[in-house]
């Protein structure tokens, strides 16, 4: 069974569409993140929801859009999408009280041409 | 707020040779310390943390990292490495109290370890 897991696993789109990632978890977490991994391998937490509560909202562009409809999935959309989007996204999943042990699933290499 | 630095970009090798790598932290606040490890085109596998108590934590794969807090240090070690350890390994900090903030993970820019046969 799959722990945390991410749909699409490849994305390519064209500058200024709209997409979405999905993510679920079934590891029964309370806590679902959103990072993103540039060019140069670097990661960056973007947001974080606790019981469907937005915690962690980083200097993120407001193209970006999370939405969780329950603790077990946390989306991420984005708006107007640019070249410098192009990326993996890494969702992660934790307990609030995890002492920050997250479980990571595959990620979403995004590239925006 | 925190910062990670991981002191080496790259590290090659040989099989069944020791490793270290280092990572160094800064922060205002007490921390949590783990290491993470990402095998190519996969998500990141907790390695090792270190959340209080003995300073010498164990982890998986025979990997150890030992928490040194006057040098601010959590260099990770393993006594003899195998080709499938290749891979990019991330430390990573969290802060150990409470806020909006706790659990909250800062990255290290990775390291990447190359094991040669």
């Known amino acids: 069974d799959t722990a945390v897991s991410q749909t699409p696993k490849y994305l390519v789109t064209q500058m200024g569409n709209d997409k979405s990632i999905k993510c679920e978890q079934n590891?029964?977490?309370?806590?679902m993140y959103w990072y993103k991994q540039d060019s140069k391998k670097f990661l960056k937490i973007m947001f974080s929801?606790?019981?469907?509560?937005?915690?962690i909202n980083e200097t993120v562009p407001n193209r970006f859009s999370p939405k969780s409809p329950d603790k077990a999935h946390l989306n991420l959309h984005i708006n107007s999408l640019e070249l410098g989007d192009s990326a993996v996204y890494f969702c992660?999943?934790?307990?609030?009280?995890?002492?920050?042990?997250?479980?990571f699933g595959p990620g979403t290499r995004l590239t925006v041409t | 707020a925190q910062s990670v630095t991981q002191l080496d970009s790259q590290v090659p090798v040989f099989e069944e040779a020791p490793v270290e790598l280092r990572c160094n932290y800064s922060?205002?606040?007490?921390?949590?310390l783990f290491w993470y490890v990402q095998y190519p085109n996969q998500g990141l596998q907790l390695l090792l943390k270190?959340?209080?108590?003995?300073?010498l934590v164990k982890g998986i794969n025979g990997f150890e990292a030992e928490f040194n807090k006057s040098q601010t240090s959590f260099h990770l070690r393993k006594p003899s490495v195998h080709i499938s350890d290749t891979a990019e390994y991330f430390c990573?900090?969290?802060?150990?109290?409470?806020?909006?903030?706790?659990?909250?993970?800062?990255f290290g820019q990775g390291t990447i370890l190359t094991v040669h046969p």
């Open positions: 992660a999943s934790s307990f609030r009280t995890g002492y920050g042990e997250q479980y």
């Open positions: 590891l029964g977490h309370d806590t």
């Open positions: 929801y606790n019981n469907k509560e937005l915690i």
């Open positions: 270190y959340l209080s108590g003995s300073t």
């Open positions: 922060s205002s606040v007490s921390v949590y």
């Open positions: 990573a900090v969290s802060p150990n109290a409470g806020g909006t903030s706790y659990g909250k993970l800062t």
